[in-house]
T-cell receptor
Framework: DGGITQSPKYLFRKEGQNVTLSCEQN?????MYWYRQDPGQGLRLIYY???????QKGDIAEGYSVSREKKESFPLTVTSAQKNPTAFYLC????????????FGPGTRLLVL | EDQVTQSPEALRLQEGESSSLNCSYT??????LFWYRQDPGKGPEFLFT???AGEEKEKERLKATLTKKESFLHITAPKPEDSATYLC??????????FGSGTKLNVKP
């Protein structure tokens, strides 16, 4: 089955700790994205990557970091600099052509202890 | 500035009561308007892509339409299982996506 997987489903972070959220896709998509979703708000773009070894900041990149070493994988690290990390994190991917649809993974809920 | 506004924020319908959800947008070079359904605690599920004004797409009880400034998601004779949050998004000519805040639909039996 083709799709996007995210792990873990739930993640708990202690103060001062960095945590990494996993995102893997087997759709052969070039572009991958990370969004943050807070209750009652739309999706906000954290980082995106249109090709391996290249990525760009989105609207709320502060306190986050990413890497794109493989086409299939786009992990997101929530650093200790992110002071309000509690949210639902969504990974998405799309083919590179104009107008291509973006597909989403199941999400990771990050909670602060 | 590219942006998407959805209305209403929440909508309560009786089973079988048809209605429409609105998505207004401004975008620098539309490269697609997308509708998604999102259930609580899950990732958005793709429904439709529309590319040009006048285009329409249908799936079961849902029909999406597009003009140069807005899109509508029409729900005909909804059932309780249609209850979800419906998200609208646009893709601009820089391949960035912009999402609305969603419409939370509740269909009562």
């Amino acid at each position: 089955d083709g799709g996007i997987t995210q792990s873990p489903k739930y993640l708990f972070r202690k103060e001062g700790q960095n945590v990494t959220l996993s995102c893997e896709q087997n759709l052969n998509h070039d572009a991958m994205y990370w969004y943050r979703q807070d209750p009652g708000q739309g999706l906000r773009l954290i980082y995106y990557s249109q090709i391996v070894n290249d990525f760009q900041k989105g609207d709320i990149a502060e306190g986050y970091s990413v890497s794109r070493e493989k086409k299939e994988s786009f992990p997101l690290t929530v650093t200790s600099a992110q002071k309000n990390p509690t949210a639902f994190y969504l990974c998405a991917s799309s083919a590179a052509g104009a107008g291509e649809t973006q597909y989403f993974g199941p999400g990771t809920r990050l909670l602060v202890l | 500035e590219d942006q998407v506004t959805q209305s209403p924020e929440a909508l309560r319908l009786q089973e079988g009561e048809s209605s429409s959800l609105n998505c207004s947008y401004t975008v620098s070079g539309l490269r697609g308007l997308f509708w998604y359904r999102q259930d609580p605690g899950k990732g958005p599920e793709f429904l439709f892509t529309l590319y040009s004004a006048g285009e329409e797409k249908e799936k079961e009880r849902l029909k999406a339409t597009l003009t140069k400034k807005e899109s509508f998601l029409h729900i005909t004779a909804p059932k309780p299982e249609d209850s979800a949050t419906y998200l609208c998004a646009v893709r601009n000519n820089f391949n960035k996506f912009y999402f609305g805040s969603g419409t939370k639909l509740n269909v009562k039996p």
